[in-house]
């Protein structure tokens, strides 16, 4: 037995395909593996993950009509996937739109210092004030609201479908847009750079299946937004008057102002150091 494994050693068997690796081929490697698992977190709670599930199989059921030689099956596939990167382009637009956003969002910033952060700590702590006394304020009355913070991912498309204002925000001029009746009460706000940039913008609405069959329609635009972008959305219920947060996809419910507030600088705070 080891006569036959110097053999092998001598001859290159296992030698040969590793002469040549070097640090690129690591590099290779790392980025490939990196690839897969930024696909598999960004498929794994979407509704992709169940089209590319879908996927596999068809691609599983071609690959035994190939072995099989099964002819009917491989002259239907032959003829599909001379289009097939055209049709699952346009069944993932959303996912690949979403997935491209992300990528694009990634910042390039440099290291921060400690006296800007506290700069930008004071400051995002004055209107994060504010929606959670305007929040705390509609909460009570039971006035539906939907705050949209915006992030890295810039979401003019959305601000465009409102009014612009681009005022000092504070908690009284908050209310006062989604007071019922209001001009602009049927819509989101959206928070930019720390102003109330626009009112009365409408959002995309999820068509997730999971989401629970009670929560209305602000409540499945503010998912929706959330998963197309790293925007933070405060939502206040009409009927209840509940105050949640969607986040990258995900609904949390039934804040209190205190708790509210400690949320807001966690998803901040985090933001902040993924840009760092």
Partial sequence: MKEVFNNLFSVGFFADPFSTFGWRDILDIVCLAALFFALYLFVRDRRAGKLLAGVAIVVAIFAVSE?????AIRYIFDNFFGYGLVVLAIIFQP????????IGSVPFNGLKTISSETRELSASS?????IVEATK???FSKTGALIVIERSTKIGEYISTGTTINAELSPELLCALFVNKAPLHDGAVIIRNGRLFAAGC???LSDKNDIFKGLGTRHRAAIGLSEQSDAIVV???EETGTI?????GELFREFT??????KLFELLRRQEQNEN
């Avoid at 996912?95 to 992300?102: F, T, V």
């Avoid at 004055?126 to 504010?130: E, P």
């Fill in 137 to 139: 304020n509609m909460s």
């Fill in 95 to 102: 996912e690949l739109r979403a997935a491209m956003e992300r």
């Fill in 235 to 237: 939502v206040v219920s």
């Fill in 244 to 248: 949640s947060i969607a986040y990258k």
């Fill in 257 to 262: 102002s205190v708790s509210l507030r400690r």
């Fill in 202 to 204: 409408y959002l995309p």
């Fill in 126 to 130: 004055a209107w994060v004030s504010a």
């Fill in 67 to 71: 072995l099989l030689d099964m002819y």
